[in-house]
Every structure is written in structure tokens, then in C-alpha cells.
């Protein structure tokens, strides 16, 4: 009766785990489609793969000509901001280009270094840019990339997603599909011993 108990018991956990293995496995799946369909085309539409050094050339803030999130915007309710204008000197070429925060910052205003989100407060917004041309202003030369073919002529300051980021997002999901396919090998090994035991 005792032997019964602990084989239904062992059949109960064995099958727990076997769930949670494929929980894991479908969870990990879900996050590789997920990482396939927002950060991996944003890394590769990326055209700035090259670092380089950048070295300063002016920033300066427009407090009169503010700048929008679109260009072609006319609401006048729209949120508006001082622009950080940011001129760089290329080492690896030479050129004179503006530079930008991320990619992301160029799509949004080709003006400004940096745009902040609309929810941020004007005086925060005012803040940060000035922390920001300052401290462009006190190192002077600083790590940027820029686009080696040419395509764009102008420079980033950091990748939304650098190869070192793309492969910390992949990590996780690996860890969680590895795991989970350990328990149900694990589970199905035991499983096989259970029955060779259960023949002698």
C-alpha cells in the first residue's frame, strides 16, 4: 500500500515538473519572438556600427528656436522644447557632423541632440539639457559611432542597442529554454529508469 503511494507520488511530481519544463520552453519561445520583432530589426536598421572618437566642436542651446517632436507639426498645444544643437569633429574622418543622442533621437528631430519625452516636465527638460551641453563641453572628446558607408553623415552618441545589449537580451530566454529542457530530460530519464525497474 506504502509502495503504491510513493509510486502515485512520484507520478504526480513527475508530471508537475514535466509542466513546468514546457512552461519554461514556451515561455522562453515567446520571449525570443518578442526580442525577434522589436530589438533585433532595430539593431540591424541600424547604420551606425562604427566607434569612433568625437571631438567637440560646439553645443549650443537654442532657447528661442525651440524645437517639436515632428517638424512638420503646427499644434500649437504640442510639446516644445530648447533644442541642444551638438557639432562634432570625426576622427576616424575628419568631417564635421552633428551629432545625436541614439538613433532614435535623429528619427524624431533631426535637430536637436537630444528629445525628451512628453511627459517631462519644461523646467526637468531645461535641467537636463543643460547637464547634458555641459558635460559635452568639460570631456570635449568622447566615444560616438558613425555610418561607414556613407549613408548618414552625422553621428550617435550610444547604440539603442549595441551588440553586447542584444546579447544580454537573448541571455535570459537561452538560461529559461536550457532549464526547461534539462527538467524534461531529466523527468523523462527518470521515467525510463521507473520502467527498466519496474521489468526486473
Request: net charge positive; aromatic share 12%; charged share 20%.
Amino acid at each position: 500500500m506504502l509502495g503504491k503511494k510513493l509510486v502515485t507520488a512520484q507520478k504526480r511530481g513527475e508530471t508537475r515538473a514535466l509542466c513546468l519544463g514546457l512552461a519554461m520552453v514556451a515561455c522562453s519561445m515567446m520571449m525570443y519572438f518578442f526580442i525577434g520583432i522589436t530589438i533585433v530589426p532595430s539593431y540591424t536598421k541600424s547604420v551606425w556600427t562604427t566607434e569612433t572618437v568625437c571631438k567637440l566642436l560646439k553645443a549650443t542651446i537654442k532657447d528661442r528656436d525651440h524645437c517639436s517632436p515632428s517638424e512638420d507639426s503646427e499644434d500649437e498645444d504640442v510639446f516644445h522644447y530648447p533644442c541642444l544643437e551638438v557639432w562634432v569633429n570625426l576622427t576616424a574622418s575628419g568631417q564635421e557632423v552633428l551629432l545625436y543622442s541614439t538613433e532614435d533621437t535623429l528619427e524624431r528631430n533631426r535637430k536637436c541632440f537630444y528629445v525628451p519625452g512628453n511627459s517631462e516636465k519644461p523646467k526637468e527638460v531645461k535641467t537636463r539639457i543643460e547637464t547634458i551641453a555641459s558635460n559635452l563641453k568639460r570631456y570635449q572628446t568622447f566615444p560616438c559611432y558613425y555610418d561607414p558607408g556613407g549613408i548618414q553623415t552625422n553621428a550617435i552618441l550610444s547604440r539603442l542597442y549595441p551588440l553586447k545589449g542584444l546579447l544580454f537580451a537573448f541571455l535570459w530566454p537561452t538560461l529559461l529554454f536550457t532549464g526547461g529542457c534539462l527538467i524534461i530530460v531529466l523527468v523523462k530519464i527518470s521515467q525510463y529508469v521507473s520502467v527498466l525497474s519496474a521489468w526486473q
